[in-house]
Protein backbone atom coordinates (compact mmCIF):
# COMPACT_ATOMS: atom_id res chain seq x y z
CA UNK A 1 0.00 0.00 0.00
CA UNK A 2 2.46 2.26 0.89
CA UNK A 3 6.30 2.00 -1.14
CA UNK A 4 9.02 3.93 -0.31
CA UNK A 5 12.59 4.77 -2.04
CA UNK A 6 15.27 6.86 -1.97
CA UNK A 7 17.61 5.17 0.62
CA UNK A 8 21.07 5.57 0.87
CA UNK A 9 24.13 6.94 2.88
CA UNK A 10 25.14 9.95 2.74
CA UNK A 11 27.89 12.15 4.11
CA UNK A 12 27.38 14.70 6.78
CA UNK A 13 25.78 17.72 5.58
CA UNK A 14 24.76 15.61 2.82
CA UNK A 15 21.10 15.65 1.21
CA UNK A 16 18.68 12.52 0.66
CA UNK A 17 15.29 12.84 -0.52
CA UNK A 18 12.80 10.29 0.04
CA UNK A 19 9.55 9.35 -1.20
CA UNK A 20 6.68 7.25 -0.43
CA UNK A 21 3.50 6.31 -2.74
CA UNK A 22 0.30 4.89 -1.95
CA UNK A 23 -1.50 2.55 -3.87
CA UNK A 24 -4.58 0.14 -4.08
CA UNK A 25 -8.30 1.14 -3.07
CA UNK A 26 -7.75 4.93 -2.19
CA UNK A 27 -10.66 7.03 -1.71
CA UNK A 28 -8.92 9.64 0.04
CA UNK A 29 -5.90 10.29 1.95
CA UNK A 30 -5.59 12.36 5.05
CA UNK A 31 -1.94 12.81 7.08
CA UNK A 32 0.90 11.65 5.49
CA UNK A 33 4.13 11.95 7.45
CA UNK A 34 7.33 10.06 7.75
CA UNK A 35 8.94 8.69 11.44
CA UNK A 36 12.06 7.33 11.88
CA UNK A 37 13.66 4.28 14.46
CA UNK A 38 17.26 4.33 15.26
CA UNK A 39 18.40 1.45 16.76
CA UNK A 40 17.55 0.87 20.33
CA UNK A 41 15.48 4.15 20.42
CA UNK A 42 11.59 4.38 20.10
CA UNK A 43 9.87 5.01 16.87
CA UNK A 44 9.38 9.32 16.67
CA UNK A 45 7.31 11.51 13.80
CA UNK A 46 10.04 13.02 11.94
CA UNK A 47 7.39 15.09 9.97
CA UNK A 48 3.68 15.01 8.35
CA UNK A 49 1.41 16.79 6.08
CA UNK A 50 -2.82 17.31 5.79
CA UNK A 51 -4.05 17.32 2.93
CA UNK A 52 -4.19 20.80 2.16
CA UNK A 53 -0.66 21.41 2.90
CA UNK A 54 -0.17 22.64 7.34
CA UNK A 55 2.92 20.60 8.30
CA UNK A 56 4.35 20.11 11.25
CA UNK A 57 7.61 19.06 12.40
CA UNK A 58 10.11 17.24 14.99
CA UNK A 59 12.34 20.06 16.72
CA UNK A 60 15.32 17.99 15.78
CA UNK A 61 14.86 18.39 12.17
CA UNK A 62 13.36 21.81 11.86
CA UNK A 63 14.92 24.17 8.87
CA UNK A 64 16.41 21.41 7.77
CA UNK A 65 14.07 19.14 6.57
CA UNK A 66 11.09 19.41 4.20
CA UNK A 67 7.70 17.57 3.98
CA UNK A 68 5.46 18.24 0.82
CA UNK A 69 3.48 15.50 -0.75
CA UNK A 70 1.50 15.69 -4.82
CA UNK A 71 -2.10 14.55 -4.25
CA UNK A 72 -2.61 13.65 -7.71
CA UNK A 73 -0.10 11.23 -6.98
CA UNK A 74 -0.85 9.95 -3.78
CA UNK A 75 2.79 10.70 -3.14
CA UNK A 76 4.18 12.46 -0.02
CA UNK A 77 8.40 13.61 0.05
CA UNK A 78 11.21 14.06 2.65
CA UNK A 79 13.78 16.44 1.65
CA UNK A 80 16.32 15.93 3.97
CA UNK A 81 19.40 18.57 4.04
CA UNK A 82 22.14 19.24 5.95
CA UNK A 83 22.23 15.68 7.34
CA UNK A 84 23.79 14.58 10.64
CA UNK A 85 25.05 11.30 12.17
CA UNK A 86 22.16 11.44 14.19
CA UNK A 87 19.91 11.54 11.54
CA UNK A 88 20.84 7.95 10.75
CA UNK A 89 17.46 5.56 11.51
CA UNK A 90 15.35 3.29 9.55
CA UNK A 91 12.55 5.96 8.18
CA UNK A 92 9.01 4.86 8.16
CA UNK A 93 6.18 6.50 5.82
CA UNK A 94 3.01 6.68 7.48
CA UNK A 95 -0.63 7.57 6.24
CA UNK A 96 -4.45 7.83 6.79
CA UNK A 97 -6.07 6.40 3.88
CA UNK A 98 -10.49 6.22 3.51
CA UNK A 99 -10.81 3.27 0.65
CA UNK A 100 -13.60 3.95 -1.21
CA UNK A 101 -16.08 1.39 0.54
CA UNK A 102 -15.90 2.87 3.46
CA UNK A 103 -16.44 5.90 5.85
CA UNK A 104 -13.32 5.68 8.32
CA UNK A 105 -9.73 6.22 7.64
CA UNK A 106 -7.62 3.22 8.18
CA UNK A 107 -3.79 3.68 9.22
CA UNK A 108 -0.98 2.50 7.34
CA UNK A 109 2.54 1.69 7.36
CA UNK A 110 5.54 1.23 5.03
CA UNK A 111 8.34 -1.46 4.81
CA UNK A 112 11.07 1.23 5.90
CA UNK A 113 14.40 2.56 4.56
CA UNK A 114 17.49 2.67 5.77
CA UNK A 115 19.39 6.28 5.84
CA UNK A 116 22.38 6.07 6.97
CA UNK A 117 24.69 9.45 7.62
CA UNK A 118 28.56 8.49 8.44
CA UNK A 119 32.12 9.71 6.93
Known amino acids: QLVESGAGLVQPGGSLRLSCAAS????????MGWYRQAPGKQRELVAA???????NYADSVKGRFTISRDNAKNTVYLQMNNLKPEDTAVYYCNAWIQPPDSSFYSNYWGQGIQVTVSS
Open 49 to 55: ITTDGPT
Open 24 to 31: GSIFRIKT
